[in-house]
T-cell receptor
Framework: GENVEQHPSTLSVQEGDSAVIKCTYS??????FPWYKQELGKGPQLIID?????GEKKDQRIAVTLNKTAKHFSLHITETQPEDSAVYFC?????????????FGSGTQLTVLP | GAGVSQTPSNKVTEKGKYVELRCDPI?????LYWYRQSLGQGPEFLIY????????DSGLPNDRFFAVRPEGSVSTLKIQRTERGDSAVYLC????????????FGPGTRLTVL
């Protein structure tokens, strides 16, 4: 099955700086890579995703890059704001069974310091 | 539009009791997923429904866990003879049939087994 490793587990940045979170995956057949933001007491919110036919995708201050050869993908947040503080999870699809499962990383607690 | 809703938001029960957790997916989403999230971890897959049938229940930890979706919309996760180790946040997600991996999560039910 898929194994997704995420790092760092915690990240503190000054407001206005950039933040980068990295994930590696094991299944070369994986073709979809979402990022979720989870605030305290809430469910994960899909913030951006990328499919394996592109190397980078941007949406305002957030971007995701994918390196299929190295089997890793990264979330980039620029001009960070205090409201970006949350736990961020990467995920990748498991290729066995119904192929509808997502395997999640262990999360990164991002703190943006004002 | 309305997102995924889950009830109750919190459930406290005693060891050995039976509990039911409810999920109401986004209207028009035919796929429904249950995940379990332990403290400090990413969500872990439990079961996936396509319509009324459970297409993949490989994530259910044992036979005390069961889920139904009788009319292809609302789903109920049922846990018998609860154990303290069942304490976690139970998350529900839904997706469109054509985009099964683009999953949208509800706020979760926090289950505490005393």
């Amino acid at each position: 099955g898929e194994n997704v490793e995420q790092h760092p587990s915690t990240l503190s940045v000054q407001e206005g700086d950039s933040a980068v979170i990295k994930c590696t995956y094991s299944d070369s057949a994986s073709n979809y890579f979402p990022w979720y933001k989870q605030e305290l007491g809430k469910g994960p919110q899909l913030i951006i995703d990328i499919r394996s036919n592109v190397g980078e995708k941007k949406d305002q201050r957030i971007a995701v890059t994918l390196n299929k050869t190295a089997k890793h993908f990264s979330l980039h947040i620029t001009e960070t704001q205090p409201e970006d503080s949350a736990v961020y999870f990467c995920a990748a699809p498991i290729s066995s069974g119904s192929a509808r499962q997502l395997t999640f990383g262990s999360g990164t607690q991002l703190t943006v310091l004002p | 539009g309305a997102g995924v809703s889950q009830t109750p938001s919190n459930k406290v029960t005693e060891k050995g009791k039976y509990v039911e957790l409810r999920c109401d997916p986004i209207s028009g989403h035919t796929a429904l997923y249950w995940y379990r999230q332990s403290l400090g971890q990413g969500p872990e897959f439990l079961i996936y429904f396509q319509g009324t049938g459970a297409a993949d229940d490989s994530g259910l930890p044992n036979d005390r866990f069961f889920a139904v979706r009788p009319e292809g919309s609302v789903s109920t996760l049922k846990i018998q003879r609860t154990e303290r180790g069942d304490s976690a946040v139970y998350l529900c997600a839904s997706s469109l049939m054509g985009q099964p991996l683009e999953q949208f999560f509800g706020p979760g039910t926090r289950l505490t087994v005393l």
